[in-house]
Every structure is written in C-alpha cells, then in structure tokens.
C-alpha cells in the first residue's frame, strides 16, 4: 500500500462544473496535508494547505480533511481550463519531509 | 520577494561523470528539502536542512549523493559517480519557522544521465 494515494485519472470535467479530487494516506500521525498544482514541466505550485479536520475554503478552491477517514479532497469550483494541470496531494508528519501521492491530472473542456 | 531558485534548469551528463546541483531558498526560510521525481513516480523525499544542520537524510539514496548547505543559505546537491538511474527532476523546496509548515518549490533541475 502506498503512504498516499491518487487516483491518476485523467479526470475530465466541463467548464463550470466542480472538480472534486481524492486523496487518502495511511499514517495516522500525518499532521499537515497539502494541495499542489504541477503544470507540465513546471514546478509544484502550493494552493491548499490543511491541518485541522473540516473545510477550508479559499477562493474556488475548498480542502477537505477526515483524519478519522484518513482521506483529504480538494474541490474547485467553476473549473477553468487553466485549471488543467495535475494535482498532487502531499502529507506531512509534522518532521518535516513531504510525502506526495503520484498527482491526479485534471482535464477541464471548454 | 523572490521565490526558490535552482541551478541549472537542465544538465545532461554521462555516467560516471559528477554533477552538483545549486539551490538558493526563500530569504530568511531555515528548512531547506530537496526531493527528486523519476519519471512515472511521485516526487520522493531526499534530505531536509535546518539551518546549516542535516535534520533527516533519511530519502538518500546511497553515497554518491553529497548534500551541504554551508551557512545555512544556499545548498548543493552531487552526484558522484552518476549512474543511469539519477536521472530525473531534483527540486529543491524550502519553508520558514517549524518543520510541518508550508514548503514552497523551486523551479527543478532535469538531470539527464546517458
């Protein structure tokens, strides 16, 4: 079992419409959980971060986390198709190094 | 205020020869994190600085990797004798006050090694 996990996709959705991305990791210390975007060839860009249970929202952007669950979910709302990247779910337990999932690709069509 | 910078943006080097890799942090950020990404794999944590301190080194992959960050500024990454399977994407990241907080990338080095 992978420390994160993501389902690779590619998810496609239209523009407009919400794109609701997954994330669950396996180790119950984890205490901070991240949101990046990659574009091809870029560097990962950080848009959420999260360490308590609940939502955050920012912007069209909302994170979700169940620690219970073990699973965190990132939801954008209105999607763009500049907001056609990968997404990459990244863990922290709080010692410092990140522990990324593979990245689910997103497809927004206009 | 300027972001993460690596250099160079792309090496291309044969095996057995050596490479060293520059990252310049955030001002005034602490931890430094250096991370690698194969293709097809998620990126993979390799080292986190502290300051000048070597904090975890726990994701090096064995000695011919060679990380310093004298000064607690800037740090270098070598790769000494290179082998085929280093080749990649090394981004370096870095983040003010405690371990745990938000780490923000540079913009990566592909290393390829032929």
């Known amino acids: 079992q992978k420390e994160v996990e993501q389902n690779s996709g590619p998810l496609s959705v239209p523009e407009g419409a919400i794109a609701s991305l997954n994330c669950t990791y396996s180790?119950?210390?984890?205490?901070?959980f991240f949101w990046y975007r990659q574009y091809s060839g870029k560097s990962p860009e950080l848009i959420m971060s999260?360490?308590?249970?609940g939502d955050k929202e920012d912007g069209r952007f909302t994170a979700q986390l169940n620690k219970a669950s073990q699973y965190v979910s990132l939801l954008i709302r209105d999607s763009q198709p500049s907001d056609s990247a990968t997404y990459l779910c990244?863990?922290?337990?709080?010692?410092?190094?990140?522990?990324f999932g593979q990245g689910t690709t997103l497809q927004v069509k206009p | 205020e300027a972001g993460v910078t690596q250099f160079p943006s792309h090496s291309v080097i044969e095996k057995g020869q050596t490479v060293t890799l520059r990252c310049d942090p955030i001002?005034?950020?602490?931890?430094l994190y250096w991370y690698r990404r194969v293709m097809g794999k998620e990126i993979k944590f390799l080292l986190h600085?502290?300051?000048?301190?070597?904090?975890?080194e726990s994701g090096m992959p064995n000695n011919r990797f060679l990380a310093e960050r004298t000064g607690g500024t800037y740090s270098t990454l070598k790769v000494q004798p290179a082998e085929l399977e280093d080749s990649g994407v090394y981004f370096c990241?870095?983040?003010?006050?405690?371990?745990?907080?938000?780490?923000?990338f540079g913009p990566g080095t592909r290393l390829t090694v032929t």
């Open positions: 990241a870095s983040s003010p006050g405690l371990a745990g907080g938000e780490q923000y």
């Open positions: 180790d119950r210390g984890s205490q901070s």
């Open positions: 999260i360490y308590s249970n």
């Open positions: 990244a863990v922290n337990s709080n010692t410092g190094k990140l522990i």
């Open positions: 001002s005034g950020h602490d931890n």
């Open positions: 600085f502290v300051k000048e301190s070597k904090q975890d």
